[in-house]
């Protein structure tokens, strides 16, 4: 079970429609837009594109996994994904769910090498569901939404991507991938009090936060600040990014120094 309340919906507010917040926001270069506070940050394929390192996955070997949800086990096709020179597990189930979409292992993989090195020392494994969050009645109640259906958690062992309506972009598992890995990633690193006190110093000192998913929690802001800084790192985005989230930025880098 997933012990940080981390989840993204399943829709998720989309971002390519910018023209609106340019206007009001001449200092965001274009292709640049995911700096305008959208619902979550979220950028198009070519924006991860850029920030994407190779990921192989193997042919995978039969296995067998208890899904969230259920109380067995059941066939698995288990997955090594190599990237950035380290290697992941990728669970994926034998029988994906019918009328329903999850991701490929070819969209995982691609999607791991969209986060960083650093971030991805702390996953332990990725799996594929083929059953809904089973948490999600809870959300329901919680956000006060009906249906509620989660598309993805991060937990301490690394992320869980469940079904949707409709199918996987690359973009989503990409953003998905580095959001939900950043609850697993924030679990390990605040453990360390001071850590987590930093973090919530640069939520009050920066003029302002990466989405507004991310003013739900400190968890949430972190791992939508991770989004914002693996699309805008190195990139004509960053200038702008630093501008906007200044300590947020700086406790990043030295995270990410290599
Ligand atoms: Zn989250």
Not at 7 to 20: D, L, V
Not at 245 to 255: A, F, H, Q, V
Request: aromatic share 8%; glycine share 8%; charged share 30%.
């Amino acid at each position: 079970m997933c012990s940080c309340g981390a989840k993204r919906p399943e829709t998720s507010g989309s971002t390519t429609k910018p023209p609106a917040a340019k206007a009001k926001c001449p200092l965001i270069p274009e292709g640049c837009e995911y700096l305008n506070k959208p619902h979550t940050v979220e950028a198009p394929k070519k924006n991860f594109d850029k920030i994407r390192s190779k990921a192989t996955a193997d042919k995978g070997k039969p296995g067998k996994h208890k899904f969230p949800g259920d109380n067995k086990e059941s066939d698995a096709i288990i997955h090594e994904v190599e990237v950035k020179g380290r290697k992941v597990k990728v669970i994926m189930p034998k029988n994906p769910p019918k009328g329903k979409h999850t991701p490929s292992i070819d969209q995982v993989a691609e999607g791991l090498g969209t986060v960083p090195g650093e971030q991805l020392d702390s996953f332990d494994q990725v799996v594929v569901s083929p059953n809904q969050n089973p948490d999600d009645a809870y959300w329901a109640k919680e956000y006060n939404t009906p249906n509620f259906s989660s598309a993805a958690t991060g937990g301490k062992n690394g992320v869980t991507f469940y079904p949707k309506k409709t199918p996987w972009s690359q973009e989503f598992v990409d953003s998905t991938m580095i959001h939900e890995g950043g609850h697993t990633y924030s679990q390990k690193l605040w453990k360390d009090d001071k850590k987590k006190k930093e973090w919530e110093d640069a939520i009050k000192s920066d003029p302002k936060s990466p989405s507004k998913y991310a003013d739900s929690s400190v968890g949430e802001d972190f791992s939508e600040s991770l989004v914002m800084y693996s699309l805008s790192k190195g990139t004509k985005c960053e200038a702008a990014a630093k501008a906007q989230y200044p300590k947020r930025y700086e406790i990043l880098d030295g995270m990410f120094k290599k």
